[in-house]
């Protein structure tokens, strides 16, 4: 009998509640804790400290936060012309093209570039700092690779990337302003919040990839391809489209009506570990409090988080479900000004960190994954050569 009996419940539920491996990096146990710290703690951080946490497991000094920031401000400015030409090009070809599609082929053209092969030693003796050097390049490229994009897009060559931590370097690329302090904070504590989350379904695909003994690069790429999706990074942006889709208050009541009844999900709510509220979205929510009424220039998107506001009890009454922290993020980057498009980019640029470590983890203590699937297709049956099969006439027969 090849399946061996679990002593885990069967997992044809999305594998929800199986514990799928170890890791040192982040805990869900209490609160949410990243190598040990809470993250209510970490949000007073600057992203290259947690990047810095996340990758070589502790706290940075002073020191080494200098020499890491400047390496990933190196990294920003070592975007390879071809990929610059490709995405020019790309530009051109296909302007309206999904961010993501475009950040999953940029990582995965860095790693051909890069002839990233994996780590050649054998298991035991790894050395993995080069695989943190690796690591570190991506934490710079990424958001390089965002930047060049809107370049691109815009008919203009990459532009010199700022002399400034990552966070308000990137927004000013981005809005093409400088950013103002309550900006940049704010903007930095949503890079530290998405930067890291256990076996969430990118992270596991990043490490199942390296388990097969393959590059960083493809496991990079592969876990950009999984948080496209609208269960899991996408949601930040179909928030604000639903946010936008109710526009005023009257017509929250019936919108949520017809949701619920429709059995469609509402984005930006409910989460598949947190059943009693996400520590991360109440954190972000302050934040978004304190950034649209930090000033009068802000004025403008009372209105819409008034709405949020009222939604977010409906949900709680209608359905017993809480915020997760894509619900405050899309509203602080809508506020920041960034076009809808770029929000779930931005959570690769923070997730980056976390998908590295694990795929650094995963290295270093490596096993394939390769789980078992239980079987509920046709029983066995006898086969049929092809000049005896019958022709079906209508409809093709459902697969099982
Ligand atoms: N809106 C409406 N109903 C929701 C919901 C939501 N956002 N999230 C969960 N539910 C409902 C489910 O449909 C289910 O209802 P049922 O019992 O009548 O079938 C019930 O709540 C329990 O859901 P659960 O099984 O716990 O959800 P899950 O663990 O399979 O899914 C998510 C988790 C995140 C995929 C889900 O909550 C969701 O789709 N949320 C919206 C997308 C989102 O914001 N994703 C970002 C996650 S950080």
């Known amino acids: 009998m090849p399946h061996q009996q679990s002593d885990q419940k069967d997992a044809e539920s999305g594998l929800a509640g199986i514990t799928a491996g170890h890791t040192s990096i982040c805990s869900l146990e209490q609160t949410l804790r990243y190598r040990g710290y809470a993250v209510s703690d970490l949000v007073q951080c600057s992203f290259e400290e947690i990047a810095h946490l996340l990758l070589w497991g502790d706290l940075p000094t002073a020191h080494q936060l200098e020499a890491l920031t400047e390496r990933i401000q190196r990294a920003a400015r070592s975007i390879p012309q071809t990929v610059v030409c490709c995405f020019q090009r790309l530009a051109e070809t296909s302007p309206q093209t999904s961010i993501m599609d475009v950040l999953r082929t940029g990582v995965s053209l860095l ?14 003796s ?17 958001p390089a690779l965002l930047a060049t994009w809107v370049d691109c897009l815009r008919g203009e060559p990459p532009s010199h990337w700022p002399n ?9 690329k981005l809005c093409q302003t400088k950013a103002s302090d309550i900006a940049a904070t704010v903007f930095n504590t ?3 919040l998405y930067a890291e989350h256990e076996f969430n379904a990118s992270t596991f695909v990043a490490r199942t990839v390296t388990s097969t003994g393959s590059d960083m690069h493809s496991g990079v790429t592969a876990a950009i391809g999984a948080l496209k999706g609208p269960l899991h990074g996408g949601a930040n942006e179909k928030v604000l489209h639903q946010l936008m889709d109710i526009g005023v208050p009257e017509n929250i009541e019936p919108w949520l009506a017809r949701k619920l009844n429709n059995h469609e999900v509402v984005m930006g709510f409910g989460h598949r570990v947190y059943k009693t509220g996400d520590i991360r979205a109440d954190l972000l929510g302050d934040a978004c409090h304190r950034l649209i009424y930090s000033d009068s220039s802000f004025e403008p998107h009372h209105k819409l988080e008034k709405l949020a506001l009222k939604l977010e009890q409906l949900m709680l009454e209608k359905k017993g479900l809480r915020p997760n922290l894509d619900w405050p993020a899309a509203r602080i980057y809508h506020a920041l000004g960034l076009p809808i498009n770029l929000f779930t980019p931005l959570f690769v640029v923070a997730r980056v960190s976390g998908w590295t470590s694990h795929i650094i983890e995963q290295m270093g203590n490596n096993r394939l994954i390769r789980p078992l699937a239980k079987y509920i297709g ?5 086969y049929v050569a092809l000049r005896d099969r019958q022709e079906i006439e209508g409809p093709l027969p459902k697969a099982h």
């Open 111 to 124: 790693g051909q570039l890069e002839c990233d092969n994996g780590p050649n030693d054998a298991p035991h």
């Open 190 to 192: 949503t890079l530290i």
């Open 164 to 172: 400034k931590p990552l966070a308000p370097a990137l927004l000013e």
């Open 126 to 142: 790894r050395d993995l700092s080069q695989e943190r050097m690796k690591a570190e390049q991506l934490l710079g490229q990424v």
């Open 378 to 382: 046709p029983s066995p049956r006898p």
